[in-house]
């Protein structure tokens, strides 16, 4: 019996974390995605200053977030993300609009791949 | 590389504490859910340990959910007969009265000559010898020799004799071995007044055994000159 109460515990435990990291690795994802959508959609017509302070909320974001979904999804996926995230303030330093956008739309894509992973499908389950 | 370290260490830890969760059993004795499960822990635990991008986590739970759906099973089979045989079969008896049972053979793909091997194993090198022969579900084969074949027992000669329980090691290597004195029924002092008679002391005792009936036996430590 002492054993079936630890197993169920430990089954509980499972299933709790596997729901609420879901939960939190899509919201903190679906953050991410926003913060850089706006940076793409302000790269063509907004001012520098603005640009910045929007990459560099998008960073804070991103350090705030690495190391929960480091622990959630699959590091390579993330280092890809965090590489095009790096590169943003360097392409707006050198006034490479097409890399900045280049680069938000490769970041973009990346998370929403890992948040298509994430999603309880028959082709993910199977 | 100090994180494969940490990893490893990490894995050791959840790996051991699932397989003594799931108890205490030989591989030769594992069902065949039991088995699957031990190879699937050291598969999965074996993955994270060798990649570094692959989150720990991920394995744990996959390992913890495993283990957990495992014990559920054999708790609910030890209550339902039917899952029990559903998870686990049920045994076969392969030699009836003496005589082979081809379609039971048949039903678990075993050869006759398999069926020899196994009884050779077990000293059985007659089939005339054997009255009942079983494959349980654990695919071992266990055999009942026929009455003329079996072993005299103390019974079989009328003999009634005297049982002083079990003997437990209660000094091993000098060490009192707390859980025999508790099986016992026995303290501390009551070795100590039995090593007294035998003028030993507790240190220089490798092995120490007793009964209920404080028979004792005494091996000591061979001191090198």
Known sequence: MKRVIIASVIFLFAVIFSISSSYVFKSDMNTLFDSLNEILTSSDSGEKSELKEKIDATEQLWNEFSPVFHVLAVHSGMEEIEQSIMALPVALEHGENELLKEKCIDAMTQIKNLLEAEEISFRNVF | ?225
């Open chain 2, 1 to 225: 590389m100090t994180v494969t370290l940490i990893r490893a260490i990490v894995l050791y830890a959840a790996v051991i504490f699932l397989i003594r969760l799931m108890g205490k059993r030989q591989i030769g004795e594992m069902q065949p859910s039991e088995l699957v499960i031990t190879f699937l822990i050291s598969e999965i635990a074996s993955i994270p340990m060798q990649d570094n991008t692959v989150p720990l986590i991920n394995s744990v739970i996959a390992l913890f959910v495993l283990v957990a759906l495992e014990i559920f099973i054999s708790a609910i089979g030890l209550k339902s007969h039917s899952l029990g045989i559903l998870m686990q079969g049920r045994p076969v008896i392969v030699i009836r009265d003496g005589e082979i049972d081809m379609k039971a053979l048949g039903k678990l793909r075993i050869t006759v000559s398999d069926l020899v091997s196994a009884l050779r194993q077990k000293d059985i090198f007659e089939l005339k010898q054997i009255s009942y022969a079983i494959y349980e579900t654990n695919g071992k084969l266990s055999v009942l020799l026929k009455p003329e074949y079996r072993n005299v027992s103390i019974n079989d000669m009328g003999i009634t004799p005297e049982s002083n329980g079990m003997p437990f090691p209660v000094i091993c290597d000098g060490k009192t071995a707390k859980y025999a004195l508790q099986e016992l029924g026995k303290s501390e002092g009551d070795i100590l007044s039995v090593l007294e008679k035998e003028k030993t002391n507790k240190e220089d005792v490798a092995l120490m055994t007793m009964n209920n009936a404080m028979q004792a036996e005494i091996f000591k430590t061979k001191k090198e000159d």
